[in-house]
Structures are given as structure tokens and as C-alpha cells.
């Protein structure tokens, strides 16, 4: 009769872990709609070694399961336009730099500040004399 009684501690005491694994890991719902047709589910001699952690990330045995292989798949088109799209992005980048370099560089003028590159001579100002009248 104990060795009955071990067994029911023992169904019990996992039913308890199960219960806190559930609560600590909450349940992903599984669409298999999305699966491709070369996917089955897993059969039942094969669940034990299939795990899932707090983010949702699969782990079979023990170790987390890994995608080999390219992951992401452009067509030469889409790399090219990815390609002309970074180049893009970096001279508008600095252009950007410059713009601000520019902008700041005209203030620090403007307002006697220190500037990287000498400021020019202010302009003479002087009223243009015009030529006396003729007539």
C-alpha cells in the first residue's frame, strides 16, 4: 500500500509543477492553418522531448531549437532596391551632418562663438554713392 501511496504523492506533486509551469508560462495558441504541408504534429512517444520558455521560443530536449539557413529571403530586385535604398539613406545621412554643420557654424559667426573654421570678414555696409546728376 505505500508504494501506492508514492505513486499518488508523486501524480500529485506533478500536477502541482505542471499547474506552476502553466501559471509561470502562460499557453500558446497554435493556428495550424499556417503550417506548411510537409509539417506534422508531433506524436505522443515525441511531446516529452518538445519544451517552451517564457518568450515562447521552442526547445526540443532541452536545447533551443535554432533556424538554419538564411533568414531572410529577397529576391535580386528586392536586394537591389534594398542595396539603393541604405546607400540613399546614408548621403541623405550626410547630407543632414553637413546641413547642421553648416547651420551651426553660421550662428557661432553670427554671435562671435568659437567656431571650427575661421568666420569671414564682415562686409562693409557703406551706403553706395551715386553718380552726381547730369542735368
Same mark, same amino acid.
Given at each position: ?14 500536477? %502541482? ?12 495558441? +497554435? ?8 509539417? %506534422? ?25 535554432? +533556424?538554419?539557413? %538564411? ?9 537591389? +532596391? ?11 545621412g550626410i547630407g543632414a551632418a553637413a546641413q547642421g554643420w553648416t547651420a551651426y557654424h553660421d550662428w557661432a559667426? %553670427? ?16 551706403? +553706395? ?7
Open positions: 500500500m505505500s508504494a501506492e501511496e508514492s505513486n499518488a504523492e508523486r501524480v500529485e506533486r506533478e500536477n %502541482r509543477e505542471r499547474e506552476d509551469q502553466f501559471h509561470r508560462i502562460p499557453f500558446q495558441k +497554435i493556428d495550424k492553418s499556417k503550417w506548411p504541408q510537409t509539417v %506534422r504534429p508531433i506524436a505522443i512517444g515525441e511531446a516529452d522531448g518538445l519544451g517552451i520558455d517564457a518568450g515562447g521560443r521552442l526547445h526540443w530536449d532541452g536545447k533551443p531549437v535554432e +533556424i538554419i539557413g %538564411r533568414r531572410l529571403d529577397l529576391t535580386w530586385g528586392q536586394f537591389w +532596391i534594398a542595396v539603393a535604398v541604405a546607400i540613399f539613406t546614408a548621403i541623405g559667426c %553670427r554671435n562671435k562663438r568659437t567656431s571650427i573654421l575661421a568666420c569671414p570678414a564682415p562686409l562693409d555696409v557703406s551706403p +553706395i554713392q551715386q553718380p552726381p546728376n547730369a542735368g
